[in-house]
T-cell receptor
Framework: KQEVTQIPAALSVPEGENLVLNCSFT??????LQWFRQDPGKGLTSLLL?????REQTSGRLNASLDKSSGRSTLYIAASQPGDSATYLC????????????FGKGTKLSVIP | ETGVTQTPRHLVMGMTNKKSLKCEQHLGHNAMYWYKQSAKKPLELMFVYNFKEQTENNSVPSRFSPECPNSSHLFLHLHTLQPEDSALYLC??????????????FGPGTRLTVL
């Protein structure tokens, strides 16, 4: 059964800093991994989807990487802004060939002005 | 309306009430999902529908009853809930359920409080 872990649970950085959020998963037989953002009390916003054939995916100041062999994905945020403050979740398929997603508990990011 | 919408956004109900949550997706997707998000716990998948057919029920208590009349609409009927059912209920949709089709898009959620 897939397990997804996100470390740290919370992170506070000054505005302008570059930062990395980590996601690890136990079952490397995944075909993609998805990163989401969640604002307090709100739904999830899809940020990036990385296919297993890709090593990186970029959108604006966000860059996500996927290393299946080590069971890790990272989300890099460049030049952080207060508006980036939110909880960031990663999710991967629950098992080989599964369409169900297993979510991590998220990393709560606070960007201090 | 665009994306995935959910109504109501907030719901307070007693344990003997019957209520329904509604989800609608405007993305032309074929799969729809219900998730439960409780404080300090990861999202938990409840139900999956693909082309209006239920393909997954993750051991959800029968007091939660889903309904999918078509690929664009998904309901969650609630009755005789318990206070521990208070949570954020999220709906999501994806183009399909296989391979690269499973990128999921979420609605804003319904914040449910059971008194």
């Amino acid at each position: 059964k897939q397990e997804v872990t996100q470390i740290p649970a919370a992170l506070s950085v000054p505005e302008g800093e570059n930062l990395v959020l980590n996601c690890s998963f136990t079952d490397s037989a995944i075909y993609n991994l998805q990163w989401f953002r969640q604002d307090p009390g709100k739904g999830l916003t899809s940020l990036l989807l990385i296919q297993s054939s890709q090593r990186e995916q970029t959108s604006g100041r966000l860059n996500a990487s996927l290393d299946k062999s080590s069971g890790r994905s990272t989300l890099y945020i460049a030049a952080s802004q207060p508006g980036d403050s939110a909880t960031y979740l990663c999710a991967g398929p629950s098992g080989a060939g599964s369409y169900q997603l297993t979510f991590g508990k998220g990393t709560k990011l606070s960007v201090i002005p | 309306e665009t994306g995935v919408t959910q109504t109501p956004r907030h719901l307070v109900m007693g344990m003997t009430n019957k209520k329904s949550l509604k989800c609608e997706q405007h993305l032309g997707h074929n799969a729809m999902y219900w998730y439960k998000q409780s404080a300090k716990k990861p999202l938990e998948l409840m139900f999956v529908y693909n082309f209006k057919e239920q393909t997954e029920n993750n051991s959800v208590p029968s007091r939660f009853s889903p309904e999918c009349p078509n690929s664009s609409h998904l309901f969650l009927h609630l009755h005789t809930l318990q206070p521990e059912d208070s949570a954020l209920y999220l709906c999501a949709s994806s183009h399909g359920t296989g391979g690269t089709d499973n990128e999921q898009f979420f609605g804003p959620g319904t914040r449910l409080t059971v008194l």
